[in-house]
């Protein structure tokens, strides 16, 4: 059974900076390509960023302020998220999949974490 643990999150105020973690229990982490997405209240979850070995991802509302990485030794996944805005807040997801060698936008994703809730307010 693959768990994916997300921490990380918090309220912070307008422009400050926050980064997600998620922790991954994949015995091959490096074959698995990764994403995370969020969901605002009363709004569907979006696909904010993802990294397999084919590509790297983010959506244009991140684009610019959000980095994410992978730490394949310790089987984590980050999200490295600065400038952030009182519209970033939501809970964000971790999610994975095998990788088969598409660019990560191909991966519907398989299995999720339970999420992290990130609050931007002042």
């Known amino acids: 059974q693959v768990q994916l643990v997300e921490s990380g999150g918090g309220l912070v105020q307008p422009g400050d900076s926050l980064r997600l973690s998620c922790a991954a229990s994949?015995?091959?982490?490096?074959?698995?390509?990764m994403g995370w997405f969020r969901q605002a209240p009363g709004k569907e979850r979006e696909r904010i960023s993802c990294i397999s070995e084919a590509s790297t991802y983010y959506a244009d509302s991140v684009k610019g302020r959000f980095t994410i990485s992978r730490d394949n030794a310790k089987n984590t996944v980050y999200l490295q998220m600065n400038s952030l805005k009182p519209e970033d807040t939501a809970v964000y997801y971790c999610?994975?999949?095998?990788?088969?060698?598409?660019?990560?936008?191909?991966?519907?994703?398989?299995?999720w974490g339970k999420g992290a809730l990130v609050t931007v307010s002042s």
């Open positions: 999610a994975t999949e095998f990788d088969s060698g598409h660019i990560c936008n191909y991966y519907p994703m398989e299995y």
């Open positions: 994949l015995r091959t982490f490096s074959n698995y390509a």
